[in-house]
């Protein structure tokens, strides 16, 4: 499959998932950029995901990550890929109040395994509040 056959695959799999009781629908994500290895996708955090101080829960903003990594994992022609294994750093708290970034790349692939680095920041901010490295593995094809 090429890739930017694989691309639109994803585009349309993930819109027709907004209409489904799915993880994607949930969160409400809107891919601002999905290229080969890449994807940035504008967030807004609902309230009902915010922790008592107001700010966005660790692990929502863990989820974020994990859906903007596998994206990019996934925007390669070939394969399935899955998290493997997932290392965060709170460097701030994230605003429950803001427009958010998501913003994934692969610094390295092989056959097997995908380590993604990615970021979350506020749309009007350079800085990164939770970094990511993440690796992914591919899944075996399938007869």
């Given at each position: 499959?090429s ?60 989820a974020?990550l994990?859906?903007a ?15 493997g ?14 427009a958010?970034?998501?913003?994934a790349?692969?610094?390295k ?6 380590v ?6 506020t749309?009007?901010?350079d800085c990164?509040?939770?970094t ?7 899944l075996?094809?399938?007869?």
């Amino acid at each position: 499959m090429s890739l930017d056959i694989r691309l639109a695959a994803m585009r349309t799999e993930l819109d027709g998932a907004v209409s489904r009781d799915t993880f994607w629908a949930k969160l409400q994500a809107r891919i601002a950029i999905l290229e080969e290895d890449r994807a940035v996708l504008d967030l807004a955090p609902a309230a009902s995901r915010c922790n008592l101080a107001g700010v966005v829960h660790g692990g929502e903003s863990a989820a974020m990550l994990d859906q903007a990594c596998g994206l990019a994992a996934n925007a390669t022609a070939e394969g399935r890929w899955v998290t493997g294994k997932a290392e965060l750093v709170y460097r701030a708290p994230v605003p429950g109040q803001a427009a958010l970034i998501c913003e994934a790349r692969v610094a390295k692939r092989t056959d097997r395994q995908a380590v993604v680095e990615g970021e979350i920041r506020t749309a009007e901010g350079d800085c990164a509040l939770v970094t990511a490295r993440m690796t992914f593995v591919r899944l075996r094809d399938q007869p």
